[in-house]
């Protein structure tokens, strides 16, 4: 059994030395304190599996980052993170979740994602992103996929293949279409589609035969809409 040490809602500015020391840490919490970075040394507990760094005021990571090969659950929500390093990409053993929501990434590095296959959970809401990276493409075993609130004008083709896909969240983003590849995600329960630009609903989405409940409240979708009847026909929840 590896060790567990929290020390979330602390107060921290810091963090003692002698943290560093504890090799066997499997966890750590530091939830909710004040941390405005975290030093290179943390890249020593190389056994962790879950790291909760949410609710702090991180700027940056150290490049350490990437010793996690073990880490299996990480959030880094609610700081203020403009960009992630570059070893980032080396935490292939990601499996249950990713937060990143409310942060203030502007891009991604195109290959991020290229070895995160296990990753089943990610969240990207609330960053001025625009753009996503196709690495994107590579998370085959994703179930629950969120891009809120990131001001995305297109979702690119190649949302298609993330063929385990049981939640999407697109909520208050510009969107006015879907690619036809959407038609790929067959095991598709659940899709929010809040506050973006429909006119209407794309055709696309009746070929989503798993679709158990579809939100496209603050949009501009007619209730007399044909494909909304045809969702609501055979027991599809829509919200408008």
Known sequence: MGE???????GLTALAADVWQRRDLTELNLYLNRLSAVPPEIGRLASLEILILANNRLTHLPEEFGNFLHLRALDLGHNQLAELPQSFGRLTGLSDYLYLHDN???TLADSLFEKFGKLRYLNLGDN???ELPPSLASLT?????????IGLETLPDWIGSLS???????RNNNLSALPESL????RLRRFDLRGNQFQDAPPVLATLSQLQKLDLRWNKVPWASTVVAELRGRG???LL
């Open 4 to 10: 567990t040490l929290d020390l979330s809602n602390s």
């Open 104 to 106: 203030r990434l502007r």
């Open 128 to 130: 001025p992103l625009r």
């Open 141 to 149: 075993s994703l179930e629950e996929l969120r891009l809120e609130n």
């Open 164 to 170: 385990q896909l049981d939640e999407l969240a697109l």
């Open 183 to 186: 038609a790929g995600l067959d």
């Open 236 to 238: 599809c929840r829509v």
